[in-house]
């Protein structure tokens, strides 16, 4: 069961530069940063909020580390702007199961490593009327530290 808003994903051209404007403007600081080369991206998760669930909510800014990673390839095309939203569940595994018998393309067979040693998989945007749509399950509280 999906539970909450895990995050939105922007993305940026300058995370530095990012993150100063989201500090700036609106008070929100840095929780966690991290690169993941799998993903092509370094990435700053800015907490928006807790959950009732016991999870939060978060932006999640990233910089393509590589010109021919999914962001970098989406920001050559779009600009900088919203790439993808996250819905945050207990279960991936079920989860993204039910949705792929629903005819909605998952793009991992098995869920991969995302931010904070989460577990996360993609529905195409193509099956979701345009939004790159990410499920997430996260790390145990005591593997969340930053
Ligand atoms: C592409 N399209 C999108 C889109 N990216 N539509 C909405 N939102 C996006 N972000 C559209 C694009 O405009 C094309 O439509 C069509 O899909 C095919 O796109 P493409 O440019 O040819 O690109 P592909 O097919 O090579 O790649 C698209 C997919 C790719 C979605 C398959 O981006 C992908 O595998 N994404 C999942 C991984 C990812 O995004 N990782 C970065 C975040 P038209 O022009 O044909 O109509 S990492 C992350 O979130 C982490 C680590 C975390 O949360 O922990
Ligand atoms: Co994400």
Redesign the pocket.
């Known amino acids: 069961m999906l539970t909450r808003i895990d995050?939105i994903?922007i993305a940026c051209r300058n995370l530095d530069e990012t993150v100063e404007f989201y500090r700036a403007t609106y008070g929100f600081e840095v929780f966690h940063t991290e690169v993941?080369e799998e993903?092509?991206?370094r990435?700053a998760m800015l907490k928006i909020n807790e959950t009732s669930d016991g999870g939060a909510s978060y932006l999640?800014l990233?910089e393509p580390t590589r010109e021919d990673?999914?962001?970098g390839?989406?920001l050559a095309?779009?600009g900088e702007g919203v790439?993808?939203i996250?819905f945050g569940t207990a279960d991936v595994d079920g989860d993204a199961a039910a949705v792929r018998d629903k005819g909605v393309r998952v793009?991992y067979d098995q869920p991969r490593i995302?931010?904070m040693g989460?577990r996360?998989t993609?529905l195409?945007?193509?099956d979701c009327h345009?939004?790159?749509t990410?499920l997430?399950t996260s790390a145990p509280a005591e593997q969340t530290e930053h």
Do not use: D
Request: glycine share 12%; hydrophobic share 35%; proline share 3%.
């Open positions: 995050h994903g993941n993903q092509g991206v990435e999640q990233l990673s999914t962001v390839k989406w095309k779009n790439h993808h996250a793009l995302g931010s989460s996360i993609f195409h945007p193509k345009g939004v790159l990410e997430v």
